[in-house]
């Protein structure tokens, strides 16, 4: 048997080689793949959007919300959710300064606003905030008394808040933004958060509500004061009746990589 004969072959030249078409596309797919799945093996490999939340109450009938400035801002998107629907909201405005945000609802129902002290409290006084404490669905009620007033405090922002209330106990997550209420259920303060003095003891502290009206009241916007305190003090449920219906749970989105 000759060689050709056991491996039989064309005479002349080899035939050119076709190059063979390129499929990058089978390249792309493979690496969202490859990155879909690390993310989900991984959790934190790839910067996710954040969220917060916190507690607001209306002001106003016509949709008007006031929160704490840290709550929303830098927020992509802002939902306030009222009687179980959530409604998107516009940040208005923002001051830094007093940690206080003005929030606009979208296609919102009136909600009843809060009647707003025309007396700030003194130390020893009881108050109640009203929260959505770690973004619960459901209202939470904290009572207990003014500590100091007029306190200062260093901010999320490192920014120096003034004129706060100084509250006997702190408070937890999510109740920035709500309501803090004198005994005849008038809003006296915003909380802000809670902070720890140089003895290691923990307190709770808010932005006054004359330093909000204030601050409004420079943009043009002119809120009644009310002074309707009763001979007595109201019980604590009579206080969550009064201003449970104008209190809100307010959720907001960070983009990937915010602080």
Excluded at 91 to 96: E, K, P
């Amino acid at each position: 048997m000759t060689e050709d004969e056991a491996f039989p072959v064309e005479r002349g030249e080899p035939p050119e080689a076709r190059p063979r078409p390129r499929q990058w596309w089978v390249a792309g797919v493979a690496l969202a793949v490859a990155g879909v799945l690390l993310a989900t093996l991984v959790p934190g490999l790839l910067p996710r959007e954040k969220t917060g939340s916190g507690t607001g109450f209306a002001i106003t009938p016509h949709g008007h919300v006031l929160t704490a400035a840290h709550v929303v801002q830098g927020a992509t998107e802002v939902t306030v959710y009222w009687a179980g629907r959530g409604y998107r909201a516009t940040t208005v405005a923002v001051s830094v300064e007093h940690d206080l945000s003005l929030l606009l609802l979208e296609d919102a129902p009136p909600i009843p606003p809060v009647a707003l002290a025309s007396d700030r409290p003194a130390v020893g006084d009881p108050v109640m905030a009203i929260g959505h404490p770690t973004g619960a669905v459901q209202l939470a009620f904290l009572s207990t008394h003014v500590a100091g007033v007029g306190w200062w405090a260093v901010g999320p922002e490192g920014t120096v808040l003034r004129d706060l209330i100084a509250t006997a106990d702190p408070f937890r997550r999510g109740y920035s933004g709500a309501p803090l209420a004198n005994g005849a259920g008038e809003v006296v303060g915003v909380v802000t958060g809670s902070v720890t003095s140089q003895s290691g003891r923990k307190f709770g502290f808010a932005a006054s509500i004359g330093q909000a009206v204030d601050w409004l009241t420079r943009r043009g916007m002119a809120l009644p004061l009310s002074s309707r305190r009763p001979s007595f003090e109201l019980r604590e449920g009579e206080i969550g009746t009064l201003l449970a219906p104008s209190v809100v749970r307010v959720e907001a989105r960070f983009p990937p990589g915010s602080p």
